[in-house]
């Protein structure tokens, strides 16, 4: 039996589907029901109905969850930042876990994966160290803030002005009230991608574990008006004394990325830094504004702690680490292992990747620009690697580097993921020749829907 667009039905609701929607069954049809939470009866409409599943979207709680909570924030549910500050957290992280499982099953082809107990974030408030916001101009007011779940038809939502975040800084949000506020007054207004006018674009503000806070601001090109962030960044740095870099860039592309294509103006250092506890020691970073790191610190540090419990290095392997970025995980790994080679795409996050080799005195580790996109065979003195580190983007690796994983033959991968989905069908791939011994989820976004994940692959 199928169920019919528009029909309306009554379920509970089972699980959590990767993306946040509540899973239910009628006749035993899986329903993804937007608004469900675990543990709730539930009558849904349905809006898509196909042979084996339906769509639905909430009409009424019968009976609410026992793991229904009161969402923090007077913004849930029109912000699209968080997503389930109504679900308990202990539940947010078992299901979390289940739907890795679940991915490796279904995707994967995996039985009885050896999955280790979901991590939980060591904060699940106030633990965002970067904060991307976005302006608008909205009936002849300039607004800054984070963007609202899009109405149908939308592709973005509008720029939602923030009287509270729960997930970042307290001082975030005063310095982007402060820039907002002088923005507003400079009657200079926001662009406008449909018609590629317009000058403020978006303000991006980092934080980390030792104070240093960085601003960065993104604008037009249009030198007429480049006074005025020069302005702006002289009045952040008299009100906020822990702002130690300011920079200024413009971006030209419409797409509403909040990336800098280049530097106009800076105050202050090119970077910040940021430190990883390790034992009795700190792994220390240098962080440019476009430099990609975890967004939770205090995750990173769980994270790259499960990395290095599962590779049990002995002190003498050769490590190739891809899609290394900034090189966070192979520098958290150089006192471990016997030699670090790091490959990544983003010829900006290799320098930023020496630099931080330098600054944490690390002589055994080495970063180089290269796509992947053609797997890694050929690349001009590659060693053998005893050991493979993988964090590639959401999109997951590419198939020919999957295929010179494979013929490189390594003892063990270790692959952090963004997306059980993209990790399962990674895994796939790599399954004739290697068998999944311990996977771990690590929660590092508290009240979203988002999960990251650590698999070890020993081969067979």
Known sequence: MSLQKDSVIE????????????????????????????????????????????????????????????PQCPHFGTCGGCTAQDLDYAEQLAQKGSQVENALSRIGGLDNVAMDAPVASPAIWRYRNKMEFAFEQQDGKLCLGLRAIPAKGERLGRVLEMEECHICAVRDLEIMNFVRDFCAESNVVSYHPPTDTGF?????????????????????????????????????????????????????????????????????????????????????????????????????????????????????????????????????????????VGYEINEEAIGKAWASAKLNRINNCEFHNLSLESGIEGVEDLPTPDAIIVDPPRSGMQEKTAKSILRLAPKKIIAVSCDPSTLARDVKRLSGKYEVKRVRAVDMFPHTHHIETVALLVKK
Request: proline residues 2%; charged residues 25%; negative net charge.
């Open 200 to 340: 403020w674009r978006h303000l991006v503000l980092r934080h980390t574990s030792i104070g240093q806070v960085q601003v960065h601001l993104i604008t037009t090109a249009d030198e007429r008006k480049y006074n005025l962030p020069e302005e702006l960044g002289d009045a952040l740095v008299d009100r906020f004394p822990e702002v130690v870099s300011y920079i200024h860039s413009i971006r030209n592309k419409r797409s509403t990325i909040a990336y800098g294509e280049e530097m106009i103006y800076r105050l202050g250092h090119k970077f910040v830094e940021e430190r990883l506890p390790k034992g009795e020691d700190n792994v220390r970073y240098h962080l440019a504004q476009n430099t990609f790191f975890q967004t939770n610190t205090g995750g990173a540090s769980e994270l790259f702690s499960a990395i290095s419990e599962f590779g049990e290095f002995s002190g003498h392997e050769t490590i190739l680490d891809l899609y290394c970025g900034a090189g966070a995980i192979g520098i958290y790994l150089a006192d471990e292992v016997g030699h670090v």
């Open 11 to 70: 379920c509970t609701i089972e699980s959590l589907a990767y993306g946040g929607r509540g899973v239910g069954r009628v006749d035993g049809m899986a329903v993804f029901v937007a608004g469900g939470l675990p543990g709730d009866t539930v009558t849904a409409r349905v809006i898509k109905a196909k042979k084996r599943f339906a769509e639905a979207v909430l009409e009424e709680i019968v009976t609410p969850s026992e793991h229904r909570v009161e």
